[in-house]
């Protein structure tokens, strides 16, 4: 696919200017099977979730699984594949790049470089999703713009920069953080109890933490520049 045949399935319409759900049932009527959700089981793609379910969509459910999750995430996925009778698709890091990387470096190494954080999250979370998302024509996430000034100019449609050949789909890009926490209330969608222990982004355990600034990134590696508070899985560096 490329930003052409994409055009074409838009039918050249403002697609920033259609509410959530409408990008959601669009992308499942336009990809059905090639379309891939990659589910972290934060609020906002639990919010995707919910939609999806509404609609009787049912894409292929991918969960990056990157071996140092905190507990609870577990225990929560748990909850999720109940409530909604879902079957996620696991993947993991490459045990074989794993290993050479924690053989050459201790395992928290990445907290004193930041080249070395990014390479343990392209090891843990970008090969997996590249895998995941491999032989399909688009992937849905649940980015916001209002999440952090990295992802200020995240559109609800577009080509991947990151990922050749593949449409980028982010229903609620121009959602904010009480727009999520609202419909997950007004539609009885379960959420992760940490957001209630003042976690405001959930990822690997030694890389995030509650946080009270109100900025949503601060908890994620926070050691580093609020900048460069990124895993390379959307942005390239």
Known sequence: MDASELEKLTLG??????????????????????????????????????????????????????????????????????????????????????????????????RHDRELRLACCEIRRHEPLRRANAGHKAWMAGLRRSQCETRRAVTKVSMDPVHEGIAKICPIADWSWEQVFTYAKEHSVPVQPLYERGYMSIGCAPCTRASSSGDERAGRWWWESSSEREDGVHFIF
């Open 13 to 110: 319409q403002d697609m920033d200017a259609r509410s959530a759900t409408e990008i959601v049932g669009w992308a499942w009527e336009t990809f059905k099977d090639d379309l891939v959700f990659s589910c972290s089981f934060s609020a906002g793609d639990m919010v995707l979730l919910d939609m999806l379910a509404r609609i009787d969509a049912k894409p292929k459910i991918i969960f990056v699984d990157s071996c140092r999750l905190i507990p609870e995430t577990y225990e929560f996925i748990d909850v999720v594949m109940d409530r909604y009778r879902i079957k996620p698709v696991f993947y993991f890091p490459d045990t074989k790049k794993l290993a050479a990387y924690l053989s050459e470096n201790a395992p928290n190494a990445f």
